[in-house]
């Protein structure tokens, strides 16, 4: 069994134990750009429903970055060039709709982020009102600074995916390589701001219950 089918069973297995029959159980799966953990969650998912029976799904996947900025609003912001960064989020519109969570009276829309034209679609994602388990990704979910500090109370358990620095430098810069970008040119758009954001969430975000190195996969 590879290490990422280990860590997959192990979110899996966090998740049902927390499951019960009166309440949502939803997992904050954290960790830095480029650690693996969208890649995870997704895959935590389909373990879970494809293992299920019935036709509602048992997990849904809730991501941060349907709640990034518009380019507009970054550009007038002046903050474009750090689009990734905590400030680049609506940090309290994505806490408040994740307070929302636990209300199973009524079916829950999200926006979702398209990579290819670079936006957020509003209303994308839909969750089922007897879905019993939520996996929520994001690099800032356990930032001890406000409002992503409101956010540690509403998990049922908290995943913190982090591999070596060194890794992760691979990683964010192959991925502006892959863009087109040049070695140099990658590392310093790298540099300039995917590391400082990874380096932030390694020293800023609080402990996680369960904490993988989740090195061998992109």
């Known amino acids: 069994m590879t290490g990422f089918q280990t860590d997959v069973d192990a979110v899996c297995a966090l998740?049902?134990?927390?499951?019960?029959?009166?309440?949502?159980?939803?997992?904050?799966?954290?960790?830095?750009?480029?650690?693996?953990k969208s890649t995870l969650a997704e895959a935590v998912v389909d373990a879970l429903n494809d293992a299920a029976e019935g036709e509602i799904p048992v997990a849904a996947l809730v991501p941060m970055d349907g709640y990034h900025l518009d380019n507009v609003i970054l550009k007038a912001k002046g903050l474009f060039e750090r689009k990734g960064?905590?400030?680049?989020?609506?940090?309290?519109?994505?806490?408040?709709?994740?307070?929302?969570?636990?209300d199973q009276s009524a079916e829950l829309f999200f926006p979702r982020f398209d990579r290819g034209m670079d936006l957020?679609?509003?209303?994308?994602?839909?969750?089922?009102?007897k879905t019993p388990?939520?996996?929520v990704e994001g690099n800032y979910l356990l930032l001890k600074s406000a409002p992503w500090s409101s956010l540690k109370d509403l998990f049922s358990a908290s995943v913190f995916v982090s591999p070596t620095r060194q890794v992760l430098r691979d990683r964010l810069v192959q991925r502006w390589i892959d863009h087109g970008?040049?070695?140099?040119?990658?590392?310093?758009?790298?540099?300039?701001?995917?590391?400082?954001?990874?380096?932030?969430?390694?020293?800023?975000?609080?402990?996680?219950?369960?904490?993988?190195?989740?090195?061998?996969?992109?």
């Open 15 to 36: 998740a049902l134990s927390g499951k019960s029959h009166t309440s949502r159980t939803v997992i904050g799966i954290a960790g830095p750009p480029a650690s693996g």
């Open 85 to 102: 960064a905590p400030e680049t989020f609506d940090a309290h519109g994505f806490c408040d709709a994740l307070s929302r969570l636990s």
């Open 120 to 129: 957020s679609v509003a209303g994308a994602l839909s969750i089922h009102p």
């Open 133 to 135: 388990i939520i996996v």
């Open 181 to 218: 970008l040049s070695p140099d040119a990658a590392l310093k758009r790298a540099s300039g701001n995917d590391l400082p954001n990874a380096e932030r969430v390694l020293n800023e975000s609080t402990k996680a219950d369960l904490t993988l190195p989740q090195s061998d996969v992109d």
